[in-house]
Every structure is written in C-alpha cells, then in structure tokens.
C-alpha cells in the first residue's frame, strides 16, 4: 500500500522576489532528489531475459491490424496444403450473442496463423437476423456444370421467413476465403422439422462428403441441438436428396429425425479415420457437445443415415473460461486435430470466443484419447517454476465447475504443498507481458491446464485469475531481474514496483524480498 508523505511547511520571513518574477530555485533539495532517484536505481536488480514460449492457445483471436477480436463455433476445411479455420465474429459486449458475421483464418503448418478477413456478413443474408452468424460448416465440391471446384457454407441464424424459428442455411463461394453468397432462402426451414421443442432445434450444420461402399458420392448434412437432424444433399450441394424417389422431399423420408447419443446438447461434427493412403476406414464419428457447461464427447456408427449412434465417452471437460464449446476434428499433415472455443482473452466468455487447437491421439482400438484443454497448444513450452528451496509453484487443484455462478475465476489459490495436486497444476506457460509485449523483461505466466487463468497481483498475494473484465493487464505483467539470492529468477510487479513473488509457507505472495531466497526461482 502506498503511504502519504508529509511535506513541511516553510515560512520566508521576506518576499522572494525579482524584478522578472522569476522563484528562487531550491538547488539542495533537487540535487538530494535526483541523487536519491540515482541511487534507487542502483539498487534496483538488474533485468534478465527468460525464455518464453513462442506457440501456445488460442491461434485465433486478431484481425488484420493485429487488434484483439473474439470469434467462436470453429470449423475447419482441409483444401491442398492449406487449412482453412472458419469462426462467428464475436462483437458482443456483455453477455449476448452479437454475431454479425463469419471470418476466416488460414495456415500451412498450424504454427503460424493469417487473418483472411470477413467472409460472409449476415446483413447480406436475406431471411436471416443481422448479429446472428451462428455455428456452421466449409465444404469443398466439384461443380461439373461450372467445371470447377466451388466452397459451400452452411451455416444457421433466426429466421425472420420462418416464425422466427432457427433455419440452416447454404452460401456459395469460388474461394475458400469467399465472399460467400447466400443462396437467396434457408437450405432445411425451422419448421420443416415439425418434431421440433424448441426453435433453436435446427442449428449448428455439420457436412460430409465421401464416395460409398456402392460406388456413389454421398454428401451428407447433419444440425441439431438436443434433437439431432441429417439427410443427403444433391450433387449441387445446395438442396436435399429426394430419397425415396417420390418426387417430394418430406420429413423423416428425406430428412431424417434420429436417435441422438446419450448427453446429446448440439454442435455435432462428423469426422471418419484415413489409412496412409487417405482412403476413409471404419466407423463414423459424431463428436459434440453434451451437458451444460459443455463438455465434449463422441459417438459411433456403421451408417449415417439408418445406423444409431452409440455413445462412447466424454473426451474434454467443461473450459474454465466458456460455458460452450464446439468443436471441429479435421486431418492435416499427418495428424488429427482437436479444434475448439474457450474465452482465454483477455474479457473473455462464452459470448466472446477464440479458437485453440489440441492434437487427437487413438487407441488401437479406435477409441479417442482424453483430450485436455491447455495453454501450450501443440507447439508451446511449458515450463516449471521452482523455488531455491525445490519447492514448486502451483495452483490448488479444482475441477471445472458445472455451475455458471462460478465463473469468472477470480481467486483460486497458488502456492505449494497442496493437500491434492496433479502434475499440470505446477505446469506454466510463460509469454510476452500483457502490459507491454515489446519489453522482453516483461512476463505473463499462465496457467497450463487453466487456460486463460494466468498469476496476478492481489492485494499482497497471488492468486490465479482471469482477465474477465479486460483491466487485469498490469497486474498479470511480471519483471523478470537476477534472482534476489544471487541466483535465478525474481518476478517484480508490475502493478506494485519492488515488490516480488515470495514464496512464504506454502503461499505466493508479494514481498519486497527481504527474504531473498523465497523470493527466487529456477525456470526449467
């Protein structure tokens, strides 16, 4: 806390004055100033420069001039040596759902990330509500009539033709990057799928695309939220395959209404394995979101269209900044990607989104491996900060809550010693300081396993924390400087100047490192 300074008061006895009215300089007191300023700054320790991890989550989350912006609901379309990674543009301020439009982002080797600008905005879309760009979907189709490939969007919002019912609708492109164009109506109406319980029924399009065991393409589109919806599209990938061959599209002949998975919520997204040739093997999988705060998990099935989906299991908890998910699995570069939302930003939530990326593992049996939301991503350091005494820093072990009144975290604990603890709680990853990412002495330290949470100055300790209202910059921005012992690391504030994290039985706290081996580390 910051002390008042009281100045005394000094009487002259006589006016000093001149005759240009100029005030006699008090040359004492500004010499013994500036010699004290000189000597603080001796005193200080020297800054040192620790190594900061280059990668990590979210890829997403910046526009062309390198602003901060939200943007959820991913998918992603694999197209040559290119991926292509598709988001709603988040605008809204508080908690609501303001949508207006899709952006795109690309890369080549899923390090690097290019902002490919707006894609297709909703005020161009004339049966939809403007800030309403919900969940969708990019595919790419042969057109044999333009003897070209062509860029399919399919995508869902209100639909102001419709009752105001959820539709899903289709744009066209000759790019991936577009702009899209709507095709004019809705693709599948709200109200064509007359089992529906709510209006938002007919949401979150998934496509697939694949030639079959008799020889023919198949294009598939499958949406839904607590229901789950699918049928085929015709060759022109813009309206539905009449099934039957009864001349009518009709619901449940055409447009099936199926059994979703247990736990079923909606953002469903089909996905099927490739040998080392690229050619598609085994059972199909619907990943999705289930339960409330979403968590994702996945299903099974022989057939899309008549088979059921079984459910297998839950490969992803609730995240600690979003009460949604959603996700995209694609293949690329010899690898599965695990493409998904959370609110790691700074003033981030479920209603304003950026995208991170994890790598998906299988069992020889087919079975996908747990999946856990991290900071690092597939490319970051993580790295382990310890004191001089071998004590780790950590953060008390907890669960992502279920509960939506227990979000923001604000004040979980940090320390060591914790009664519960696993391995990811002591695991940090160290980036450019928020406050100022051009000075390489600043750091931010975030939280592996808490993505989003990151080391904060509060009221003399350190807790971890999320910038939930986007002013937390200052005081998640640490100093690094020659550890205080004379080895190591030290972390001064940069809220609180001169004052460092300490290690003090078993709690992290600020201090002004009077103990200097408390307040030193090894980064490894």
């Given amino acids: 806390m910051k002390k008042a300074l009281g100045y005394p008061v000094i009487i002259l006895a006589a006016a000093l004055l001149s ?47 390198g602003d901060l912006t939200y943007g959820g609901d991913p998918s992603a379309l694999v197209d040559g040596d290119t991926l292509y990674l598709y988001v709603g543009h988040d605008t809204a301020p508080g908690d609501a759902y303001v949508i207006p439009e899709y952006l795109c982002y690309s890369t080549r080797d899923m390090k690097e990330w290019k902002y490919e600008g707006v894609v297709m905005k909703m005020s161009d ?11 969708g979907q990019v595919a790419r189709h042969y057109d044999a009539e333009a003897g070209k490939d062509r860029y399919y969007l399919y995508f869902c919002s209100w639909d102001s033709t419709d009752g105001g019912k959820q539709s899903v609708g289709a744009a066209v492109s000759d790019s991936p990057t577009g702009p899209f164009t709507d095709i004019g109506s809705p693709l599948v109406k709200g109200s064509f799928t007359s089992d529906e319980t709510s209006a938002w029924n007919d949401i979150d399009p998934t496509v697939w695309i694949e030639d079959g065991d008799d020889g023919e393409e198949h294009r598939y589109l499958a949406w839904g939220n607590s229901k789950l919806y699918m049928c085929e599209l015709n060759e022109d990938m813009i309206s539905v395959k009449d099934i039957d061959g009864d ?32 050619k598609y093997f085994g059972k199909y999988y619907l990943f999705y979101a289930n339960g409330w705060r979403e968590q994702m998990a996945y299903a099974t099935t022989s057939d899309l269209m008549n088979g059921r989906f079984y459910y297998e299991d839950t490969i992803m908890k609730p995240t600690a900044t979003s009460n949604t998910n959603h996700m995209a699995v694609v293949d690329f570069l010899g690898k599965t990607w695990f493409i998904y ?54 953060h008390e072990w907890f669960n992502n809550s279920a509960a939506d ?12 010693g914790f009664a519960k603890i696993k391995d990811a709680d002591m695991q940090w990853v160290i980036t450019a300081g928020k406050t100022d990412a051009g000075d ?37 921005t640490f100093r690094t400087v020659a550890g205080l012992a004379g080895e190591g690391v030290s972390f001064e504030s940069a809220a609180e100047p001169g004052m460092y994290i300490t290690l003090a039985g078993g709690e992290a706290v600020l201090t002004d490192g009077s103990d200097a081996k408390a307040a030193s580390f090894v980064t490894e």
């Avoid at 879309?125 to 969940?135: G, P, T």
């Avoid at 009518?248 to 080392?276: C, G, H, L, N």
């Avoid at 009144?405 to 060591?416: C, E, H, L, M």
Wanted: net charge negative; charged share 25%; with cysteine.
């Fill in 19 to 65: 005759s240009c009215g100029s005030a006699v300089r008090d040359t004492a007191s500004e010499t013994s100033a500036v010699t004290a300023a000189e000597a603080t700054e001796k005193t200080r320790p020297e800054p040192v420069v620790i190594a900061k991890s280059s990668y990590g989550n979210p890829v997403t989350g910046f526009d062309g001039e």
């Fill in 125 to 135: 879309v004339s049966w939809a509500d403007k800030n309403s760009a919900w969940a």
């Fill in 247 to 278: 001349g009518e599209i009709t619901f449940r002949s055409d447009v099936k209404s199926k059994m979703p998975p247990d736990a079923y919520t909606e953002a469903p997204w089909i996905y099927r394995r490739q040998d080392a040739d690229g």
């Fill in 341 to 394: 939302h959370n609110g790691a930003l700074p003033k981030g939530s479920g209603f304003r989104r950026s995208v991170s990326v994890e790598e998906v593992g299988f069992y020889s049996d087919g079975a996908v491996e747990y999946i856990d939301e991290t900071a690092s991503g597939a490319f970051g350091t993580v790295t382990q900060i310890t004191s001089l005494s071998g004590d780790k820093l950590a």
């Fill in 405 to 416: 009144a227990d979000y923001p975290y604000t004040s979980i604990a940090v320390g060591s």
């Fill in 440 to 476: 390489e002495y600043f750091v931010s330290v975030e939280s592996e396993n808490k993505p989003g949470l990151y080391l904060t100055a509060e009221d003399g300790k350190i807790v971890l924390c999320q910038d939930h209202d986007g002013k937390m910059a200052e005081r998640q």
